[in-house]
């Protein structure tokens, strides 16, 4: 029972925006939205995350819907070192947030 | 801040044989998590520590596996007997939490083969 989908996989060009997609249509009135990615053979890494207001930071902008059910992460400028798997998840807001994650989204990143 | 720390980064073992990955959290974390990713499963929750106690262990897979939190600054993840099917990278993370929407630190992960 997958509380996000995702598209498997994008590709985008090196210097333009990457804009990825979740969908998370069950989400509940307490749960943030959180994204994270992972590069080849590293730990996941936090990028950015909200509950109901767009967020940026230095490293992305994430844009939540009115109605909460989706989300989109951008990366403004996109590099190679860019190239990941993305994971949007969905948390409820309580302590220790035990997230759980699906498949994410492969993003290559090309020259 | 040195992050989380896992030794060891590679281990290749025999069936049988047992495993122990360690894992060093963030200093002033309360929370700490075990995951584990292979191709198959994907990223998949272990187990979780909450002040050193164990909250949900659930995603355990079976009786082989055993964690311990004896303090805030150390945890160990055993495998005993280990089995190929365990083979696998397995991943510490911790936290501090506030209640809030947490963010959570990887570690580099133990990148274990089972022979």
């Known amino acids: 029972d997958a509380k996000t989908t995702q598209p498997p996989s994008m590709d985008c060009a090196e210097g333009r925006a990457a804009n990825l997609p979740c969908n998370h249509s069950t989400i509940s009135g307490n749960e943030y939205v959180y994204w994270y990615r992972q590069i080849h053979s590293q730990g996941p890494q936090y990028i950015i995350h909200?509950?109901?207001n767009n967020e940026t930071n230095e490293m992305a902008s994430l844009i939540i819907t009115e109605d909460r059910k989706s989300s989109t992460l951008i990366l403004p400028h996109a590099t190679l070192r860019d190239t990941a798997v993305y994971y949007c998840i969905v948390s409820p807001h309580n302590a220790g947030n035990m997230l759980t994650f699906g498949g994410g989204t492969r993003l290559m990143v090309k020259p | 801040d040195a992050g989380v720390i896992q030794s060891p980064r590679h281990e290749v073992t025999e069936m049988g044989q047992e495993v122990t990955l360690r894992c060093k959290p963030i200093?002033?974390?309360?929370?700490l998590f075990w995951y584990r990713q292979t191709m198959m499963r994907g990223l998949e929750l272990l187990i979780y520590f909450n002040n050193n106690v164990p909250i949900d262990d659930s995603g355990m897979p079976e009786d082989r596996f055993s964690a311990k939190m004896p303090n805030a600054s150390f945890s160990t993840l055993k495998i005993q007997p280990s089995e190929p099917r365990d083979s696998a990278v397995y991943f510490c993370?911790?936290?501090f939490g506030t209640g809030g929407a947490d963010t959570i630190y990887f570690g580099e992960g133990s990148w274990l083969t089972v022979v």
């Open positions: 200093s002033g974390h309360n929370s």
């Open positions: 993370a911790s936290s």
């Open positions: 909200g509950l109901k």
